[in-house]
């Protein structure tokens, strides 16, 4: 757990996520980035996650009495109000490399510094695993987001292609 300051005297502290009330309690944050999970699999689906590859971590920051009422999960936990994931993986291309995976602040708690913060945090993370490079992918609409990457010192590298295979196509 780090503790720190982001815009204000508010004191905030980054947890990962390891119990499943700890999972559930990043759902508002998660879904708001991935619309098609269902919450009623979400804990089941990080965990699944997280077998398939150890390194996965998921990184989160409480809300605070302004949104745990609204957000609150079932399960006694003050929800997230912004999150990040991220693993680890070797490449051929970039050498042992942090890929940020999932990043998402509430839009009630935008503009307080937790993006910042949890950029911050990853980039310490990763200079610790011995990672040379961190890797994102955005979708094209996430224009405040793309701002945070580059004064965070991201580079506009490349574009992402994907084609979906449904089980037709097998």
């Known amino acids: 757990m780090m503790t720190e300051k982001p815009s204000s005297s508010e004191t905030v502290d980054i947890k ?14 998660m879904f708001e ?10 804990v089941d689906r990080v965990r699944q996650v997280k077998r ?3 390194s996965y971590t998921l990184l989160y920051i409480e809300g605070d009495k302004h949104t745990a009422q609204a ?3 079932d399960n006694g936990c003050t929800p997230a109000v ?3 994931a991220y693993r680890i993986q070797n490449f051929l291309w970039s050498g042992k ?7 998402c602040t509430l839009p009630e708690c935008r503009g307080r510094g937790y993006a910042s913060l949890l950029v911050d945090t ?3 993370r990763a200079k610790l695993a011995g990672c040379e490079a961190i890797c994102l992918d955005s979708v094209y609409r996430r224009h405040e987001a793309h701002r945070l990457y580059l004064n965070k010192g991201f580079i506009l590298e490349s574009h992402h292609f994907d084609l979906e ?3 037709a196509q097998f």
């Open 165 to 167: 295979l449904k089980p």
């Open 122 to 124: 990853l980039k310490e």
């Open 52 to 54: 398939d590859d150890p």
């Open 16 to 29: 990962e996520a390891t119990t499943p009330a700890e999972v559930l309690a990043c759902w508002g944050p």
């Open 71 to 73: 957000r609150a999960p």
């Open 33 to 42: 980035l991935n619309s098609h999970l269902v919450k009623e699999e979400f």
């Open 82 to 84: 912004a999150i990040i």
């Open 97 to 103: 490399t942090m890929i940020l995976e999932s990043m």
